[in-house]
């Protein structure tokens, strides 16, 4: 009895050492410092993604101009799959964004309405799950988000990228509007755009070719795609 349980503590010990550095690897990863333009960070890298599926959550919104309301959403958002053991913040950390999207909205009956949210998110601070204490105060996080709208207002003040499409027998007309931080030598890998009026979402520069989360025809993505880089020739 005594040599076979031995035995087996031999044959799992390499195992448990094994998940354990690559624990600790995804752990080191995710802390270590990165830099981006010139600036320091931890945490995600910068061009990876997640993806959430939303609970059925509250969304309340009071109209307080003709064309002004105010809003209010609460709801647990779950990870499309499962985190990497050891990876992320602890639990109980805390963060605060501040949101700038479009909302496209669809009446298809007398109470439902499709909804599509599309747009950027900035981190104005966090929380650390062993701290009391936000990042940034109040004051601190309100000059950022001043910088923030100010780039991105003057961003919109600019020219955008003029589209004009052939495409699937159809003409296709509007404007590329390149999102100031992610702009580089002049030239920006991701844009907001617009065709005929309607908006379709963000235009990403990836690896792997052009990509839209909101679009589905892939023929479509690339003529943008190409229309941008002709014009930044």
């Given at each position: 009895?005594?040599?076979?349980?031995?035995?087996?503590?031999?044959?799992?010990?390499?195992?448990?050492?094994?998940?354990?550095?690559?624990?600790?690897?995804?752990?080191?990863?995710?802390?270590?410092?990165?830099?981006?333009?010139?600036?320091?960070?931890?945490?995600?890298?910068?061009?990876?993604?997640?993806?959430?599926?939303?609970?059925?959550?509250?969304?309340?919104?009071?109209?307080?101009?003709?064309?002004?309301?105010?809003?209010?959403?609460?709801?647990?958002?779950?990870?499309?799959?499962?985190?990497?053991?050891?990876?992320?913040?602890?639990?109980?950390?805390?963060?605060?964004?501040y949101i700038i999207s479009h909302q496209n909205v669809k009446k298809i009956n007398a109470n439902d309405y499709t909804t599509v949210m599309s747009g950027l998110k900035y981190k104005l601070a966090h929380k650390r799950a062993s701290k009391d204490k936000w990042s940034a105060t109040a004051?601190?996080?309100?000059?950022?988000?001043?910088?923030?709208?100010?780039?991105?207002?003057?961003?919109?003040?600019?020219?955008?990228?003029?589209?004009?499409?052939?495409?699937?027998?159809?003409?296709?007309?509007?404007?590329?509007?390149?999102?100031?931080?992610?702009?580089?030598?002049?030239?920006?890998?991701?844009?907001?755009?617009?065709?005929?009026?309607?908006?379709?979402?963000?235009?990403?520069?990836?690896?792997?070719?052009?990509?839209?989360?909101?679009?589905?025809?892939?023929?479509?993505?690339?003529?943008?795609?190409?229309?941008?880089?002709?014009?930044?020739?």
């Amino acid at each position: 009895m005594s040599t076979r349980a031995s035995s087996r503590k031999k044959q799992i010990k390499p195992s448990n050492g094994k998940k354990t550095s690559e624990r600790d690897d995804i752990s080191a990863s995710y802390n270590k410092f990165k830099k981006f333009e010139g600036k320091q960070y931890t945490g995600m890298a910068v061009g990876r993604s997640h993806k959430w599926y939303y609970d059925q959550g509250v969304w309340k919104e009071k109209k307080i101009t003709p064309d002004l309301w105010e809003i209010y959403y609460s709801v647990t958002k779950r990870r499309a799959g499962k985190a990497p053991e050891g990876s992320g913040v602890p639990v109980g950390t805390e963060y605060h964004w501040y949101i700038i999207s479009h909302q496209n909205v669809k009446k298809i009956n007398a109470n439902d309405y499709t909804t599509v949210m599309s747009g950027l998110k900035y981190k104005l601070a966090h929380k650390r799950a062993s701290k009391d204490k936000w990042s940034a105060t109040a004051r601190t996080q309100r000059k950022h988000l001043i910088k923030f709208l100010q780039e991105f207002i003057t961003q919109l003040e600019k020219e955008p990228v003029p589209l004009q499409i052939e495409y699937d027998g159809k003409t296709y007309k509007g404007e590329a509007v390149p999102i100031p931080e992610t702009c580089h030598d002049g030239v920006c890998p991701e844009l907001d755009i617009t065709l005929n009026d309607e908006h379709l979402g963000i235009l990403h520069n990836m690896k792997s070719g052009w990509k839209m989360d909101e679009v589905q025809d892939q023929k479509l993505i690339d003529a943008i795609g190409q229309e941008v880089l002709l014009w930044y020739e």
